[in-house]
């Protein structure tokens, strides 16, 4: 296997800007160290024009584009390597079991897991939160027991709750947030009853950007013996996750926001608890011994992995991860985060401009609405200028009904994004209100 | 490229966006139906007052893009007066016009301004916005359930 490289983009200079305006100059911030000009060549994708602009691609919180690492690897694999995993003796499936492990170690090492078997591969978050969900809280729960979300959740991490309290009898409970979409952490405490048994939450919101006060969660519901899941899908693309130093109990994330291939993801559970959990699925692989009479289980992470997984898509988000490490998830976050703050105070400029989410500590997300323009005509005209945001409710109905809105525009950045795509951002949305009239 | 906008937004469409007509709740109203696009958002509460088969007044109250606030807006008034069987010959040629499917022999002038939408064609993704208050129209006619969703 080749080795990945992000285009050795770190620690280069700086490419020139194109001729910023004068607004720009004034705010723009040094990016010097992170070469972003350099990690654009690694996306094929971004080198095309729609409707006869250059491709500006700012929703990356719906998902990300692919490194040509990951693409060649997907390539690779179906050419030399490609077996089912687990099963033959043959040295295509020896080769396609190691990979496949292999890629599992890279994820363990990405979000620091204690164990290589607490990685289990799912297809996405959704499909993580619905596996604890119908095992461990199936296992678990009795009527009047409670489950804790917050106001700021995506409906993935909504509805697999309602459907177990359904089937249980358990209670949902729902800790609200303020106007700037931040967690009110003390009502969040109050909620914490003595028949909560889990707390489930969006590490960052991505209807807002809100990046949650995770620890300090993680500590208020642990002082009470109630285990904690962090729905990743939007953090893991955008900063360093340490699921031994978040201590968090699960940790549910998608590889296709994450560089990765779709239909792969992983969630992360603790040893003790994926040992105490019942299957989720029955099947192939996940077996150690089946008699008429009864089976037998295989070990952790089999036991939650029924049927031939996603082989080559689980390769290739390790290949992913292992691009993210090259440029390093501190230096993405610190450089995404200039892009925001540059993005906010830009937008700022445009006095008819309403940015829904302003906590204190966001990720890179900038959801706005327009007066007396829908969100769904900015994005047709943002198309227009081949600009590809997101207009809708971004799966998050009670984030919108909180706000009032029924629906925002979202322009979400990847580490690919430049401040030259945030100014013709900018430069589109006066374009859209000079159509409006 | 602006132009190319201008055959979506017409300022027809403008008009009625900024100012749609029929934009009121009918007390008297003997059908009421929720429409609702779950992919962006759009809502929009149709009321019709149907007498022996003629619907004799409807409005809606709710909120959309442009393109769903202009669509209901110039519904209401091309229906009003006409009768059930009428209304659903109309739908049945502005989706013909709007998707771009077997158009070729729809009478512009039967459906005289409906056609400032169809520029939504070459849109797919917001057709749904342009149908959504015909799709209500034809659930609160039917008397179906009180909720009509576009997908």
């Known amino acids: ?437 | 490229m602006l132009d190319q906008i201008r055959d979506l937004y017409q300022e027809v469409v403008f008009d009625h966006n900024r100012n749609p007509r029929n934009f009121r709740v009918m007390e008297d109203a003997n059908r009421k139906i929720e429409g609702f696009n779950p992919l962006c958002g759009d809502k929009i509460t149709l009321y019709v007052k149907v007498n022996a088969g003629v619907i004799e007044d409807v409005s809606f109250q709710g909120s959309g893009c442009a393109i769903s606030t202009a669509s209901a807006s110039l519904m209401t008034e091309i229906v009003k007066g006409h009768t059930e069987d009428e209304a659903q010959h109309l739908f049945d040629l502005f989706h013909r016009i709007t998707t771009g499917k077997n158009d070729d022999a729809v009478n512009l002038e039967e459906i005289g301004k409906l056609a400032v939408l169809s520029g939504v064609r070459a849109y797919p993704a917001r057709v749904k916005c342009a149908t959504l208050a015909w799709h209500s129209l034809q659930a609160a006619l039917k008397n179906e359930a009180d909720t009509v969703s576009t997908e």
């Not at chain 1, 993405?332 to 892009?339: D, F, T």
């Not at chain 1, 984030?399 to 525009?409: L, N, S």
Request: hydrophobic content about 40%; some cysteine.
């Open chain 1, 1 to 437: 296997m080749n080795k990945v490289s992000a285009s050795q983009a770190v620690m280069t200079q700086n490419p020139a800007h194109s001729a910023p305006s004068a607004a720009s100059l004034k705010t723009r911030p040094n990016s010097v160290g992170y070469n972003v000009a350099k990690l654009r060549e690694d996306f094929p994708i971004l080198r095309q024009t729609v409707n006869g602009k250059p491709l500006v691609y700012l929703d990356n919180a719906a998902t990300t584009q692919k490194p040509t690492a990951v693409i060649d690897c997907i390539r690779r694999v179906y050419e030399n390597d490609y077996s089912n995993v687990h099963r033959g003796v043959h040295t295509l499936s020896q080769r396609s079991t190691d990979l496949f492990e292999g890629a599992r170690e890279k994820l363990q090492q990405f979000l620091n897991a204690k164990h290589s078997h607490e990685i289990v591969f799912v297809r996405g978050t959704t499909e993580a939160i619905n596996l604890v969900a119908q095992s461990f809280g199936r296992s678990t729960l009795k009527e009047g027991d409670e489950i804790l979300i917050t106001a700021m959740e995506h409906h993935s991490n909504i509805v697999p709750w309602q459907m177990l309290c359904e089937q249980t009898g358990a209670k949902l409970k729902v800790a609200p947030i303020g106007r700037t979409g931040e967690l009110l952490l003390d009502e969040f405490e109050q909620l914490l009853s003595p028949r909560t048994r889990l707390v489930s939450v969006c590490h960052m919101s991505n209807a807002l950007g809100t990046i949650n006060p995770v620890k300090a969660i993680i500590e208020l519901a642990h002082s009470r013996d109630i285990p904690v899941l962090l729905d990743g899908a939007q953090a893991a693309p955008h900063m360093a996750v340490d699921v031994q130093d978040l201590d968090c109990d699960f940790y549910a994330l998608s590889g296709h926001k994450l560089y990765g291939p779709t239909g792969i993801g992983i969630l992360y559970g603790k040893e003790k608890w994926l040992e105490a959990m019942p299957p989720y699925q029955g099947g192939g692989d996940m077996i150690r011994r089946v008699t008429f009479d009864k089976t037998e289980y295989n070990t952790l992470p089999f036991k939650f992995e029924a049927g031939t997984p996603n082989i080559v898509d689980a390769i290739a988000l390790g290949t992913a991860v292992e691009y993210l490490e090259t440029i390093g998830m501190d230096a993405i976050a610190e450089y995404e985060n200039q892009l925001l703050q540059y993005a906010t105070e830009r937008a700022l400029e445009i006095p008819q401009l309403t940015i829904v989410g302003t906590a204190e500590r966001k990720g890179a997300i900038l959801s706005f609405t327009l007066e007396r323009i829908h969100p769904h005509d900015i994005g047709t005209i943002l198309d227009h200028l081949g600009i590809a945001i997101r207009a809708g409710h971004h799966c998050a109905m009670p984030v919108m009904d909180f706000f009032g809105v029924p629906a925002t525009a979202r322009a979400s950045f990847g580490l690919y994004n430049t401040f030259e795509e945030i100014d013709i951002l900018v430069d589109g949305i006066r374009k859209v209100i000079e159509v409006f009239g």
